[in-house]
């Protein structure tokens, strides 16, 4: 198990390597199977696999989709990232992610209106700068980056707590699919579809495990694993949910390059004595 790493972004989305030196840093460390796992997109597949051919990497292809789910009692609906890993056919997928990137594009638009009045200024162009000028590729990332370099926050996740993360005055929901849809479309795909990060949406340990049961009631197929700096009790509960629900289990480091200095490629937490990998199922 050592050696894989299935959620992982490169320059097509928030993080900083392109998908080739992504796939250099890989395989320099020893990572044998590499999952490119971009935010609502898998345009940098073609140029990852490229350079993992040469390598002799085995490069998993991967899209990290923006979804949403709901609690029937509070009709409330909340995000969530599902990883698809190892599309056979990608064609179902690909129809989606035009929706996706539309949806992207847009609400760059709209988070950039909403901050005018906050911060007296339109930061879309240099926001659109950052991504080649490809609007359907900005996320969150880009535009907290952007806040630090205009001066109006010291840090990104200062733009994150003041303007736009949920609650906040710039915060704009991501109207993508609902996760059973999504999980039929991985799963037309021909691909696996994984619960990403279950403890990073700022739920409440209810609500984390209501989230893994509908997860397995719409056919999903793996949950990832909590990092080894979460609590050993936040652990167990993932664990006891994954048990019960007959779940198998990824691990990825969520690596995003300079984005996120603290993560690093490659670091993955331990998989439990009779726990499944989803990448056991892998071609
Ligand atoms: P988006 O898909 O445009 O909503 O952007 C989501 C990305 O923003 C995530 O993948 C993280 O990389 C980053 N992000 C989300 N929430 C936070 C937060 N509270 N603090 C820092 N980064 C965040
Ligand atoms: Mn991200
Ligand atoms: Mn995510
Ligand atoms: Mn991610």
Redesign the pocket.
Known sequence: MQGVDLHT?SNI??GTLSPEALVQAASAIGIHTLALTD??TMDGLLAAEQVAHELKLHLISGV?I?SQWSRPATKKSY?V?IVALNMQNPAPLQALLMDQKRI?AE??RQICDLLIPLIGQDIYSDVIAKVDHIPDR???????KTLVEKGVVSR??Q???KY??EGKKAFVK?EGPSLTETIEIIHASGGFAVLAHPT?Y?LSATNIRYLIEIFAEAGGDAVELPPAIEPLSTRQMVDRMIAAFNLKVSVGS?F?GD??PWIKLGNIPRVKEGQIGIWESFA
């Open positions: 972004h989305s928030d935010h609502d990290e923006s995000g990232h992207r609400r760059a900005v996320t969150r990332t880009h535009i907290a990104p996740q733009a994150f707590d736009i993360k991501f990073r700022d969520d995003h984005n996120m």
